[in-house]
């Protein structure tokens, strides 16, 4: 469970962009979150929902993009999604391959009211 | 009252990854190989640097910093062994963070050959944080089964090395030592396999000998 830690540095970043903004309220958070950051959705939302209590983002709403796992083939060049984590190309056989995508754990954007 | 939406884009492990960077470069240019070793509470992390504490002996200089959620424990064992330990003790915290190793930089004297970090015991939280290693090992002991690589990929595809601990029990588990390679390999298919048992004394000079092999490497890479 280190979500926890993960929202909280969240609220860090929320805290400082809405004092920058001057918000009044935070309305919406959008994260990405990929298949292969370590995160799970589900545990980020509940820690988010813990933490917000008595933030300006108490009303708001966690929005989480599931980013898979894309991969690309060194050798020859196939891109595909990959849900069971096997590092093995399905077009050639390659073991050398890429990732493209589903690692991050991103802040994507913020919605606030701004007076 | 406007409604405004400002894009971010922002890494929320930045901050970790970016103290773990300078953690890193600091130990390289100090010549200090650092190694992470992450596995479930019980797969046999102090076990193993109690060996290789054994193995290294007069001939390598080394250091630990023992990560645990409570007790002194595991810091009194590697000291008993006549190596400096510093115990971190997170308070219920799941994993070890960047800067919890970095506050304990000042005290680590210079002239070390190895630092081994143990994580707290958790297959899931630790593989998140860079803690500025250079080389990442996750152990896996024969009664976990050998079916835990792809249960925990997240842990095995960030790792450099897999040691596979406990290898005295083999013989009495429905353990296959190739299945948890293969497995590994999977996920990973650049992961080093070591075998190891701290009761037998075994896989422990194939282990140490990589990790003077990737030692020797640092510092030619600093010369
Ligand atoms: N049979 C066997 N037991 C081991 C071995 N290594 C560790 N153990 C035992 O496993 C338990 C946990 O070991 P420990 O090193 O404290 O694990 P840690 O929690 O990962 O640091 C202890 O009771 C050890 O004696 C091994 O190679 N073989
Ligand atoms: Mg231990
Ligand atoms: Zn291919």
Redesign the pocket.
């Given at each position: 469970m280190h979500e926890l830690s993960i929202i909280t540095s969240l609220f860090e970043i929320l805290e400082e962009k809405a004092k920058e903004k001057k918000a009044r309220r935070i309305t919406c958070v959008k994260l990405q979150v990929g298949a292969l950051s370590g995160a799970v959705p589900e545990l980020l939302k509940t820690a988010f929902d813990f933490y917000k209590k008595d933030t300006l983002a108490s009303q708001a709403e966690l929005d989480i993009d599931e980013i898979p796992l894309k991969v690309k083939c060194k050798k020859c060049q196939h891109e595909t999604f990959k849900d069971d984590f096997i590092f093995v190309c399905s077009n050639c056989g390659s073991s050398e391959l890429k990732i493209l995508a589903g690692t991050e754990l991103l802040l994507e954007k913020i919605e606030m009211e701004i007076e | 009252m406007k409604k405004k939406e400002i894009l971010v884009l922002k890494d929320l492990l930045g901050s970790n990854k970016m103290i773990a960077s300078e953690i890193r470069e600091e130990l390289t240019e100090k010549g200090i190989l650092t190694i992470n070793f992450l596995?479930s509470?019980?797969?046999?992390?102090?076990?193993?640097l109690e060996q290789l504490a054994e193995q290294f002996q007069s001939q390598y200089k080394m250091a630990v910093i023992e990560g645990d959620i409570e007790t002194e424990r595991?810091a009194e064992r590697i000291r008993a062994k006549g190596i400096p330990a510093w115990q971190i003790t997170t308070g219920g915290a799941c994993h070890l963070e960047a800067r919890m190793v970095g506050k304990l930089f000042s005290e680590i004297p210079s002239n070390l050959d190895f630092l081994f970090i143990?994580n707290i015991?958790n297959l899931v939280c630790p593989a998140s944080y860079d803690l500025g290693e250079h080389i990442r090992c996750v152990?896996l002991?024969s009664p976990e089964g050998d079916d835990k690589p792809k249960k925990y990929p997240k842990a095995f595809t960030t790792s450099d090395c897999l040691v596979i601990?406990?290898?005295?029990?083999v013989p009495i588990l429905p353990f296959d030592i190739h299945k948890a390679q293969n497995e590994a390999m999977e996920v990973n298919p650049q992961i080093k396999t070591f075998v190891?048992?701290?009761?037998?004394g075994t896989g422990i000079k194939e282990l140490t000998g990589f990790f003077i092999e990737s030692l020797q490497k640092l510092r030619k890479q600093n010369a």
């Open positions: - | 596995s509470p019980g797969a046999g992390k102090t076990s193993l595991d143990e015991g152990l002991s601990t406990k290898s005295d029990l190891t048992s701290a009761v037998q």
